[in-house]
Every structure is written in structure tokens, then in C-alpha cells.
């Protein structure tokens, strides 16, 4: 179950980046990377106080955007992906990004290209950068928060 709602996002978050009917998706994929940063400390509920629970619904609402934004990325990304078919029916690798005249040379399109200056693109194509990217997001919001049992959620230890 997400531990943020739409309504949270758009008036205690303020977000505006994830639509309304993406926002479940996004925000129970967010609650799951935030159960994994946390080691599953949020798994009996959230914390009792009401400060500490507003910090990690924001942390679900800035992860679920920032999971909505390397969607983004990469769906844009598979979509200037294709083929190019020539008159007698035969396939050429992908889409042509460019083409020259003299000395004859084509480009095609990678499927990473464009997007990837920003974190969001590195992220959409390297696992262990989204992984970072979602981390770092996340603890902004969940830094020195406890549990109901007073253990911090970042803490690692036993």
C-alpha cells in the first residue's frame, strides 16, 4: 500500500509533476523503494507523529516523481527507436537521426540519445544511478525521522 495519496501530493507536496491517473502507479513504487532504503521499518505503519509521517509521505511523493520523470525518459527514448524500411522491403537497423552527402554517411538513433545530460537520463539508463538518484531523493525527506519504536529508518544496524 502507498503511504501517500494524490491529494497529499498536489496540497501538502505541492507536486504537479506526476498526472492524477499515474499517481498509483508511481506511488506504490515509490513506497516500495522507500520500504527498501528503510529496511522495512514502515511495514507495521508509519510513524505515530504527525511530523515524522508528513516527512515520508514527501519522501514518497519526491521519489514517485522522480520515477515518473526516468519513465519519462525512457519511453521517449524507445520511441525514437525504430526501423527503416527501404522500397524493396528490407529492414535497416534503426531510425535515422542524420544523413550527409559528401562521402555518403548516415547516422542512426541510439535510443539514449537525448535526455541523458541530465540525472534523470543517466538514471534511465543505469540501474545503479537510479538507485543513487532515489536514495539521495529520498533521504532528504528521511533523515533524523524514527520509527514507532524510536530506531531511525535510515540506520542500518540491528
Known amino acids: 500500500m502507498a503511504y501517500a495519496d494524490y491529494q497529499f501530493y498536489t496540497e501538502k507536496y505541492y507536486g504537479d509533476t506526476v498526472p492524477e491517473s499515474d499517481f498509483p502507479k ?67 537497423s534503426k531510425a535515422v537521426s542524420s544523413v550527409s552527402s559528401g562521402s555518403e554517411s548516415i547516422s542512426f538513433a541510439t535510443g539514449s540519445s537525448g535526455g541523458t545530460e541530465s540525472i534523470y537520463g543517466q538514471a534511465a539508463i543505469d540501474k545503479k544511478v537510479e538507485s543513487v538518484l532515489l536514495y539521495q531523493v529520498a533521504t532528504e525527506y528521511l533523515s533524523g525521522v524514527t520509527d514507532k519504536k524510536g530506531i531511525c529508518l535510515l540506520y542500518a544496524g540491528m
Not at 508511481?26 to 508528513?54: C, H, V
Not at 524507445?78 to 535497416?92: K, L
Open 26 to 92: 508511481y506511488a506504490e513504487r515509490a513506497s516500495d523503494r522507500i520500504d527498501a532504503i528503510t529496511f522495512d521499518r514502515l511495514i507495521d505503519g508509519l510513524p505515530e507523529n504527525e511530523r515524522a509521517q508528513t516527512k515520508v509521505k514527501k519522501a514518497v511523493c519526491a521519489v514517485a516523481d522522480a520515477l515518473y520523470q526516468i519513465d519519462r525518459i525512457k519511453k521517449s527514448s524507445m520511441e525514437s527507436v525504430g526501423t527503416v524500411t527501404r522500397e524493396d522491403g528490407t529492414v535497416v
